[in-house]
């Protein structure tokens, strides 16, 4: 028995932000409360946040293929620092993870090698090719827990209707990324007068807006559930709060990115900088930010993308597109709450609670029974980011040299502490 006092229990179900006392037994949360914390072995927080631990939907780490890049014993310890007690893997690996043989084969991996929890996802068609859709009941019995093609998306429509009609049979969710992919191939900007100035290739907000309705429209086709990636864009509000208004099983996420910079920040082609779909105007941040303050946006991820050397240092629209995003997700997002944008409950709605109840996991809670994956931090502590004391393999972070605030101080999954900050 552990018992967390004097701690500023933050708790996403109740949307409050409380001093008090936690108490754990064995794996899961057995009660909390004000006043006189119960007799026990006890952990002071000093005053500092509790709250659950962080559920990062879209992980990529880089086994198989490239775990030169990232393997899962890299990112667990990022993941830990960063007080992410769950990481939800994408299955844009070398090879891509569409059968059961090789999700077993990252499900061992991840067994053996990460500190924290790892569930995965599956393509959603061979090869995430877009042709022939993969063995959508055989791998969820095998342990997928939804179903996508990532940044590739299904051009062939009745390919794409057939496999959410599927989907919808086996109860399985299906996670897309909103983008016409005509429009939006080869861009390394958004559109508008900056990418102009740069003279960088560019894509229209609208592309996403054009993505986001054809699947909608596929959604109501079928009544799949549906969870869209990333909505970076004002134009794509409006019709994802429609489709909710009309009963639709849809969420939407959007990456600590796109809520904390804009494209200005690429700045002089900063490589690092260079992210899918591209860094949008302060509009449409803004927009973003206050689509998760009311809960249209559901879910704030890293989509931790790690990208070697080589691969970023390339002139601006040759350079691969992403950033690593495990131990900077927390300190980022305290970036909006500084800001008085966002409360932490909201934060730790947005991060912990809604992926964990989207992917129907137990954890994002500081209720009775809930897993004790909890994470402790200070939200005020300021500190520099040097991208090279990061414990990811790859260092492509947008945040190096940045001044930040936020830091663990401990982490716990299943009761058992995984870091000590």
Request: hydrophobic fraction near 40%; glycine fraction near 10%.
């Amino acid at each position: 028995m552990t018992i967390f006092t004097n701690a500023r229990l933050i708790d996403p179900e109740t949307q409050t932000d409380t001093l008090g006392w936690l108490r754990v037994e064995g794996d899961v949360i057995a009660e909390s409360g004000a006043g006189t914390p119960p007799m026990g072995e006890t952990v002071d927080c000093g005053g500092k946040c509790l709250a659950p631990g962080i559920v990062d939907l879209g992980v990529k780490v880089s086994e198989p293929g490239e775990r030169h890049k990232e393997s899962f014993a890299s990112a667990g310890r990022a993941a830990a620092a960063g007080g992410v007690t769950t990481i939800v893997t994408r299955p844009d690996t070398l090879s891509a993870i569409d059968t059961p043989e090789v999700l077993e084969f990252v499900q061992r991996r991840a067994a053996s090698d990460a500190i924290i929890k790892v569930k995965h996802l599956s393509a959603l068609t061979k090869g995430r090719e877009g042709r022939e859709m993969v063995e959508i009941g055989f791998m969820r019995d095998a342990g997928a827990v939804a179903f996508t093609d990532c940044d590739h998306v299904i051009e062939n429509t009745k390919v794409l209707q057939r496999a959410l009609t599927y989907a919808k049979s086996c109860g399985a969710l299906v996670i897309g990324h909103p983008q016409e992919p005509g429009l939006s191939k080869g861009a390394a900007a958004t559109s508008g007068k900056f990418a102009a100035l740069r003279g960088l290739p560019a894509v229209s907000p609208m592309a996403e807006r054009m993505g986001l309705d054809r699947d909608l429209t596929l959604i109501e086709m079928t009544g799949v559930s549906y969870h869209f990636d990333q909505i970076t864009t004002a134009r794509a509000l409006p019709a994802l709060e429609r489709a909710k208004q009309n009963g639709f099983d849809v969420t939407a996420g959007v990456s600590i990115h796109h809520l904390t910079l804009n494209e200005l920040d690429v700045g002089d082609y900063r490589t690092f900088f260079k992210v899918k779909p591209p860094l949008r105007s302060e509009d449409d941040r803004l927009a973003m930010v206050e689509a998760v303050a009311s809960g249209l946006i559901d879910v704030i991820s890293s989509m931790h993308t790690p990208q070697d050397e080589e691969s970023k240092r390339l002139p601006f629209e040759e350079a691969a597109s992403g950033a690593v995003g495990l131990e900077t997700l927390l300190p980022a997002a305290l970036r909006l709450y500084h800001a008085g944008q966002l409360t932490l409950p909201e934060l730790f709605r947005a991060m912990a609670l809604n992926p964990a109840k989207r992917l129907g996991l137990a954890s994002g809670r500081l209720t009775e029974g809930a897993p004790a994956d909890l994470v402790l931090f200070d939200p005020d502590a300021p500190f520099v980011l040097d991208r090279f004391k990061l414990r990811s393999k790859s260092k492509n972070t947008p945040f190096d040299g940045a001044r930040m605030q936020g830091i663990v101080k401990g982490t716990w999954v299943d009761g058992m502490r995984v870091f000590d900050g």
